[in-house]
């Protein structure tokens, strides 16, 4: 076990590593660098003309003359050591400053929708694989085909209409306007709660189709499986029978795949955050992408990856707590 | 009862016809079977219909829609779909047509909206001239298959905010949504091949660290590295450049799971006699693995590149959606869509929806045809 | 008294996308109290869904004929029809496990790879014994004591996977037996283990039948087995008992062609020189039974105009045999 967690914690931290030059290359592919749109932005319409002696002066001042391995270095030891992002341009300001608590709320989303998909799909998948052949389970294919097909942009605005014309206009976004800005409070929080649904369930609307039909798949083979025979010939009642056997070993491929949900939903997330209107990580990215503010993106594309890498580490330990064959090295 | 055959001392006719039946399945070859199995899948069959309609439609989209993609009609704007009819309060006639339309303009705001106007008809007309086009780039035509008497506009589907005819637009969106598509899933079906096929034929370490980068670019959320990249193109491109470029970016990370399942069935067959036969006689690796490795696997890549599809569409329209992705003047579903964003249009123009429409069909025809395919491929699968 | 066992004219048939298939025709067998039936059939002759039809283990597209009659005495004496059970019955529950106990041919399938397989043992013996905690796990640990299982109290913690094939068949017989159920019904329980351990697991269940004085059903492919186990025999073909009897006699005059091939293919160590003889062709597919006798497709000795005709009936040869086989037809020799 200790062999397997070094093992596993060793291979995480390159994959990081990677990852970090990877995002860092995406955030030096733009033509121009970041001494160039900080001067534009910040002298444009003023009046000002700047000079290339002017932009030279930025670059020189924030270290961006040097090769792209010190700067990678730079920033990436910044963060580390640190946990300094470097600055945002299009906002005058750190990138830790218009990032702020945008991270606990992203993460919020992402754990509400995790946990709705999986009440959800398990079930449900559960159902369809014990009933199989039966008229909802044909229903249950028809959706998760749906699911699977259905952009999510666009069934965000087919929900957001429903919701419009149910519950009235109060339902885009995160927050009703009077919290929007006010400090964090219980009441905050219920709110929070009453707008976290339907993104959650956007969000969620993929994994949980593909979920379900990975439930109902292992389910349908696990059912038939001579150790789920071999327990009903020792007399185990049904319902009991159902849930020990077959079920608990159709939980394993949903855990080994956690961190392939965490990321199909930050993969979805921008777009559907621009529909919704929702004030986080997503939204902020897509921002940051198309003002090409890219010390932003590239802290918010980093911090997703490590959350989704992170997750991965957590989806193989869950595994292996679950399975004594991984556990016991079988 | 003429001959006895030892193996089967008494046989009737019946039995006869079934045993040569089964002979006959187990003479056919692989491809052959597979297409008897897929042409069992009903559903299948239908999703293989949709997409040669779809790209049939759309490669010939000079000829089937009536308008060019950036034509506009500045006296119907934002116009709801004409559906052709037969009959109206003026009474039948034997040839569809539908109304006229006049200009009102709204007494308060002031803007200028299109109504239909009960008083006139436009009958529907096939092979109507239209303005000179290419059709498939390089044969000039001018007749349109179908359009209005007297030079008026149909729209069959409505317009969009600059007057732009929908349909017409839907039919050359498709084609440039389905072949950004083909060329992406293509891109990455090379990239996986090289990858896949020299971490799976090596192994090893070029195998653990061809393995690394995979696992990099499966663990970067997909879509936001597409922005990145996407974000990254020249605000002064053109539009070709940038399709080209969208099908590079779509391509270039497309590939992982398809390298996995080379990479993975190399591995498998790597040490089989007929890989050692092939290399004691000297052949080259890229050689060994394309004509004697990679045929024993052929339908289960041709599955996972069907099965690809639907993400490179998917992506492509979304990023499109939100800007990142294709620029006017081209027109792809998700260009189409930028003008549905949000819930006012649902009840203003849902018709501008229709694109999304397309998006699903293609999407969920592509998935239901790699299912069948899957099923066909199977060569321990029921269907038998 | 009856006997412990009685099964009359079962028929099994599923609902498949190719139509109606029938792997089980009218077939009947029974079992007395403390002796051994061996049933010997090829796989697809029928023998597993037969005995899995008497636990009612059969999937749901099953269908058991309305003709079929499956009796079992229980230890109070009293009869239960099985067949007529609800799926949930109490009674079925009892019978499941606390009256019959089953072992199946692949050890390392029939554990659940994540339980223990002290969990899975205890689980029997808290449904059937009443037993819970300590007391259970004491009683596992005797069990597999008595299947010879060395370091018991150990093992009992162990998963599957880290017991040796052998012992977890051994393990198996623990679980099946945990509950002391009157008629053990074994399907190939030997078939997926090495020779040498196939022999020690034979020995072991002879040791313990006796022991316990319960019934068995043994299932199996190998005449050779079922030689060295079972007081009386079946020999199944295509859905149907083709020949049955007390085991020496049947070995010694077997009257069906089938039983004759299933005997010349046994390897004998007095024969060493000569080459094996298997039974030629395949057994067909249960939806494309031959007409008539369904062994005729594979017989040397089918009569043209008979065998492909009508279904053999049962004739009696004496001494408790009996056969389906046109030759031995007495009537129609008459005739």
């Known amino acids: 076990m200790v062999r397997f967690l070094a093992e596993r914690s060793f291979g995480m931290i390159v994959t990081l590593f990677m990852v970090s030059v990877m995002v860092f290359f995406i955030m030096e592919l733009p033509p121009g660098d970041f001494a160039e749109r900080y001067a534009f932005r910040k002298f444009s319409g003023t009046g000002v003309t700047i000079t290339p002696a002017d932009i030279a002066a930025i670059r020189a001042e924030l270290g961006l003359d040097q090769p792209a391995v010190v700067r990678y270095f730079d920033w990436i030891s910044g963060i580390v050591l640190r946990g300094d992002f470097g600055q945002a341009y299009a906002f005058d300001t750190s990138v830790n400053n218009v990032i702020g608590q945008k991270v606990w709320l992203t993460l919020g989303l992402l754990f509400a929708t995790l946990i709705i998909t999986y009440l959800i799909s398990v079930p449900i998948g559960i159902y369809a694989a014990v009933r199989r052949g039966g008229a909802a389970d044909y229903g249950l294919t028809l959706f998760s085909y749906l699911g699977l097909a259905l952009p999510n942009f666009l069934l ?147 911090m997703l990856t490590v959350v989704i890498v992170v997750m991965n580490f957590v989806s193989d330990l869950l595994l292996a707590w679950l399975d004594p064959r991984i556990r016991l090295g079988g | 009862m003429t001959v006895m055959d030892p193996q089967t001392p008494l046989e009737t006719t019946a039995e006869r016809r079934e045993r040569e039946k089964r002979e006959r399945y187990y003479a056919a070859s692989q491809w052959t079977l597979i297409w008897w199995r897929f042409r069992r899948h009903r559903a299948a069959m239908a999703g293989a ?35 052709p009819m037969f009959c109206d309060q003026n009474g039948c006639s034997l040839r569809p047509f539908v109304h006229g339309t006049r200009t009102v303009r709204d007494p308060v705001t002031l803007r200028a909206t299109a109504e239909p106007d009960p008083e006139t008809r436009r009958h529907v007309a096939f092979f109507v001239p239209g303005e000179p086009a290419m059709l498939l780039g390089a044969i000039p035509i001018s007749t349109r298959l179908f359009g209005l008497e007297d030079g008026a506009q149909l729209h069959l589907w409505g317009t969009d905010t600059l007057g732009r005819d929908v349909f017409s637009r839907t039919l050359y969106a498709t084609r440039t949504s389905l072949s950004i598509g083909v060329l992406g899933v293509l891109i990455s079906f090379v990239l996986a091949l090289v990858i896949g096929g020299v971490a799976g034929y090596f192994g090893g370490l070029i195998d653990s660290a061809i393995q690394r980068v995979t696992e990099v670019v499966r663990v970067i959320p997909i879509i936001p590295l597409y922005m990145g990249l996407a974000a990254a193109m020249p605000k002064e491109w053109s539009s070709t450049q940038v399709y080209f470029a969208m099908t590079l970016i779509l391509g270039l990370f497309g590939w992982p799971t398809l390298a996995r399942r080379i990479r993975s069935q190399l591995l498998s067959i790597r040490g089989e006699d007929y890989v050692l036969a092939a290399q004691l006689a000297g052949a080259r690796p890229a050689r060994i ?76 025809a592509f998935t239901i045809v790699g299912d069948g395919l899957r099923d066909a491929a199977d060569p321990y699968g029921q269907a038998g | 008294m009856g006997r412990l066992l009685e099964v009359e004219n079962l028929t099994v048939s599923f609902r498949t996308d190719e139509g109606l298939i029938t792997p089980v025709q009218g077939v009947s067998f029974g079992v007395d109290a403390g002796r051994t039936l061996g049933i010997v059939g090829e796989s697809g002759s029928g023998k597993s869904v037969s005995t899995k039809a008497v636990m009612r ?39 499941r496990g606390g009256e019959i106990g089953m072992i199946f041919q692949e050890p390392m399938a029939s554990f659940s790879p994540v339980y223990t397989i002290g969990n899975q043992i205890m689980e029997t013996i808290r449904l059937h014994k009443g037993l819970r905690g300590a007391a259970a796990r004491d009683l596992a640990v005797e069990m597999l004591t008595k299947v010879g299982i060395s370091n018991p109290a150990a093992r009992v913690d162990q998963y599957p996977h880290e017991l040796s094939g052998g012992m977890r068949q051994r393990a198996m017989i623990a679980l099946a037996l945990s509950a002391g159920p009157r008629l053990l019904i074994a399907d190939e329980p030997t078939t997926a283990l090495d020779v040498t351990i ?41 859905g149907t008992i083709v020949e049955q009897g007390p085991v020496r006699q049947l070995l010694k005059t077997p009257a069906h062609p089938y039983t004759q091939g299933l005997i010349a293919a046994i390897p004998r160590l007095d024969r060493i020189d000569n080459r094996l003889t298997p039974v030629p062709g395949e057994i067909p597919s249960p939806s494309a039974r031959p007409s008539g006798c369904p062994f005729r497709s594979r017989c040397a000795q089918a009569i043209l105009g008979v065998c492909d005709r009508t279904p053999p009936p049962l004739t009696r040869l004496g001494g408790g045999q009996s056969v389906r086989c046109h030759l031995h037809d007495r009537a129609r020799a008459v005739a």
């Open chain 1, 156 to 302: 965000a605005l087919v929900l957001l209409y429903f919701a419009n014309l149910w519950f009235g206009a109060s339902v885009g976004g995160l927050f009703s306007a009077e919290y929007a800005e006010a400090p964090w409070s219980a009441a905050k929080l219920w709110d929070l709660m009453k707008h976290m649904w339907l993104p959650a369930l956007v969000l969620g609307w993929s994994a949980m189709a593909y979920q379900i039909q990975t439930v109902r798949a292992t389910m349908s083979d696990e059912i038939g499986k001579l150790n789920v025979t071999a327990a009903r010939a020792r007399g185990v009642p049904e319902t009991r029978l159902l849930l020990k056997y077959p079920a608990r070993l159709a939980l394993n491929p949903v855990v080994s795949t956690i961190g392939f949900d965490v990321n199909r939903i930050f993969s979805e997330l921008p777009i559907v955050a621009a529909v919704l209107g929702l004030t986080e990580l997503g939204d902020l990215l897509l921002k940051s992408f198309l003002d090409l503010d890219m010390n932003v993106a590239g802290a918010i594309l980093l």
């Open chain 3, 57 to 95: 283990l059969l999937p749901v597209s099953a269908r058991i004929g309305d003709q079929s009659c499956i009796a079992f005495t229980d230890r109070d004496g009293a009869r239960i029809d099985v067949h007529a059970l609800r799926p949930g019955a109490r009674a079925l529950r009892r019978l």
């Open chain 2, 49 to 83: 219909a949709i997409l040669l309609t779809m790209a049939f439609l759309g490669l010939f989209a000079e000829f089937f829609a009536p308008y060019g993609p950036t034509e506009r009609n500045r006296d119907y704007v934002s116009g709801p779909p004409q559906v």
């Open chain 3, 198 to 238: 196939q022999a020690q697991v034979l020995d072991l269940m002879a040791g313990l039948q006796r022991d316990l004085g319960m019934a068995m059903i043994f299932i199996t492919h190998d005449l050779g087995v079922i030689a060295q186990v079972a007081d009386e025999v079946a020999v199944m073909y295509l």
């Open chain 2, 289 to 364: 693995i394309g004509s004697h490795m990679l045929p024993s696997f052929t339908s289960f890549i041709i599955v996972d590149l069907v099965i690809s599809f639907p993400y490179m569409i998917l992506s492509e329209t979304a990023l499109s959606f939100v800007g990142l992705g294709l620029r006017p003047p081209a027109v792809s579903w998700g260009v189409m869509l930028q003008q549905a964003q949000s819930v006012q249009v649902i009840e203003q123009a849902p018709w501008l929806f229709i694109p999304a429409g397309f998006v699903v069909l293609a999407v969920l």
